[in-house]
């Protein structure tokens, strides 16, 4: 199971020593071979955070990349490259406060090939908004997201999708686990061989139901992974 931490942006240098908590508990964790932890801190903490794991199963992603392979005049941006040269293994690419700001499907599809590139593995974010849910379109949607997002990409072994309901982020809201393990399944047919995780509101409590999702890979957590202790008892409670 993954559990993938997105720390938006919140966290300084001082962030930084509640890893020692978490290293702690997977040292002890009998199930921690099963466990496959990345954390997702802003850009500026992914050097700093990658030597303080350099020796453990922990890897570091990043949250958002520039589709640009090479150098170049784009003030602001980070491409793969330059990610992956201060130690991140993965990037967050389509989460939905991206596209929020304008990230299009065809944008999105340019970061993920570029990333691949880049050797750099992607969470590939997909989801609908609450209106697309109200309007009975978010198997349409999703379909849609996927096809244009993924185009002519051939990779599911460095791909890992993300189901994460707009509606859900951040809300406290989640599905009912019978309709999202009909929508997990459904994101799986569609594509097969790739994993699958769900994010949106995940804590310590819904675990106990999200838990038994249908063919779930595993979860991607925002405000709860901030908090180690937090973090820590949703990947207990996963494996009670
Ligand atoms: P949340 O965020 O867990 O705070 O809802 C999830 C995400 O945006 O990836």
Redesign the pocket.
């Given at each position: 199971m993954y559990f993938?931490a997105?720390w938006?942006m919140f966290g300084g240098l001082n962030s930084l020593n509640s890893l020692h908590k978490v290293l702690k508990f997977l040292k002890g964790f009998k199930k921690n071979k099963f466990v496959k932890i990345i954390y997702c801190p802003p850009s500026t903490l992914i050097r700093p955070m990658s030597k303080k794991l350099k020796n453990s199963q922990i890897k570091v992603g990043a949250q958002n990349c520039h589709e640009n392979e090479t150098y170049g005049a784009f003030t602001g941006s980070i491409n793969p490259k330059m990610l992956k040269d201060v130690g991140a293994k993965y990037v967050?690419i389509g989460?939905?406060?991206n596209r929020k700001l304008g990230e299009t499907n065809k944008l999105i599809n340019a970061k993920i090939r570029s990333a691949l590139k880049s050797d750099l593995k992607v969470i590939f974010?997909i989801g609908e908004t609450l209106q697309e849910k109200r309007k009975k379109i978010t198997k349409k949607i999703l379909r849609q997201q996927m096809k244009l997002g993924l185009r002519k990409i051939n990779n599911s072994k460095n791909i890992i999708i993300?189901y994460?309901p707009v509606w859900?982020?951040?809300?406290?809201l989640i599905q009912k686990s019978s309709e999202l393990s009909k929508t997990i399944t459904f994101i799986k047919k569609e594509n097969k061989k790739y994993k699958v995780l769900y994010?949106?509101?995940?804590?310590p409590k819904n675990i106990n139901e999200l838990r038994f999702v249908d063919n779930i890979d595993g979860f991607?957590?925002?405000?709860?992974?901030q908090d180690s202790k937090k973090f820590i008892d949703i990947i207990k409670k996963t494996y009670n």
């Amino acid at each position: 199971m993954y559990f993938i931490a997105n720390w938006k942006m919140f966290g300084g240098l001082n962030s930084l020593n509640s890893l020692h908590k978490v290293l702690k508990f997977l040292k002890g964790f009998k199930k921690n071979k099963f466990v496959k932890i990345i954390y997702c801190p802003p850009s500026t903490l992914i050097r700093p955070m990658s030597k303080k794991l350099k020796n453990s199963q922990i890897k570091v992603g990043a949250q958002n990349c520039h589709e640009n392979e090479t150098y170049g005049a784009f003030t602001g941006s980070i491409n793969p490259k330059m990610l992956k040269d201060v130690g991140a293994k993965y990037v967050i690419i389509g989460h939905s406060e991206n596209r929020k700001l304008g990230e299009t499907n065809k944008l999105i599809n340019a970061k993920i090939r570029s990333a691949l590139k880049s050797d750099l593995k992607v969470i590939f974010c997909i989801g609908e908004t609450l209106q697309e849910k109200r309007k009975k379109i978010t198997k349409k949607i999703l379909r849609q997201q996927m096809k244009l997002g993924l185009r002519k990409i051939n990779n599911s072994k460095n791909i890992i999708i993300a189901y994460e309901p707009v509606w859900s982020i951040g809300t406290g809201l989640i599905q009912k686990s019978s309709e999202l393990s009909k929508t997990i399944t459904f994101i799986k047919k569609e594509n097969k061989k790739y994993k699958v995780l769900y994010g949106g509101s995940v804590n310590p409590k819904n675990i106990n139901e999200l838990r038994f999702v249908d063919n779930i890979d595993g979860f991607l957590i925002g405000g709860a992974s901030q908090d180690s202790k937090k973090f820590i008892d949703i990947i207990k409670k996963t494996y009670n």
